[in-house]
């Protein structure tokens, strides 16, 4: 008998919590800048992204967030140089990138059906640079502190599920590793949420 309690009193509380918070899944476009423009100046359509916000009142809720976008180019074959290094071929240039971030989320005043907000997330990117030429692979890895504005909208079309569209930009910071470079850009995603 008690563990049947225990059972429903966490079945209970699971329930309450869901219904505290909300989870998405998006399909992300992403738009080079800086360096990242740099190494692969085509924009990306290989991308997907996971959020969870816990709602601490009706306007503000915190979270964390996930992601996994790669951007890809083919150049044509050239003779290439990085470092002292030269290779000559064609080339195919990766770029993955991996947030991991908390983030903070403020929700506008909103009707029944649309909620637009604001959200901040702070933490770290992991990436990872190919360069594939022939036999050949060059890599080069980063972790680089993050920060990430992002705004968007949820709607609303059933009790327990919609929609989500939003706008980031990710702002990876220099890194004392091989990319010491800045990883940036800009993502468009679109998605379902559930509450």
């Avoid at 992403?30 to 009706?58: E, H, T």
């Avoid at 240039?93 to 991996?98: C, E, F, K, L, P």
């Avoid at 933490?123 to 594939?132: A, E, I, K, L």
Wanted: net charge negative; proline share 4%.
């Amino acid at each position: 008998m008690k563990k049947i309690l225990i059972f429903i009193m966490l079945g209970l509380s699971a329930t309450q919590l869901w219904g505290q918070s909300n989870f998405s899944i998006t399909y992300a476009m992403g738009l080079p800048v800086g360096d990242v423009k740099d190494y692969i100046s085509q924009a990306s359509f290989r991308g997907i992204a996971a959020d969870y916000r816990y709602n601490i009142n009706p306007t503000m809720a915190l979270g964390v967030g996930f992601a996994w976008h790669t951007f890809y180019d083919e150049r044509p074959s050239d003779t290439y140089t990085i470092e002292n290094v030269s290779l000559t071929g064609k080339q195919f240039r990766y770029s993955n990138h991996v947030p991991m971030l908390a983030t903070a989320t403020y929700f506008m005043e909103a009707n029944e059906m649309f909620h637009p907000y604001a959200t901040v997330g702070i933490g770290v990117t992991y990436t990872r640079r190919n360069t594939d030429m022939n036999l050949y692979t060059l890599e080069q890895e980063a972790w680089n502190f993050t920060l990430q504005p992002e705004i968007g909208v949820q709607i609303h079309t059933a009790d327990l599920m919609g929609f989500v569209i939003s706008a980031k930009y990710l702002n990876g910071f220099q890194s004392g590793s091989e990319l010491h470079d800045p990883q940036s850009f800009f993502s468009l995603h679109v998605g379902f949420c559930f509450f």
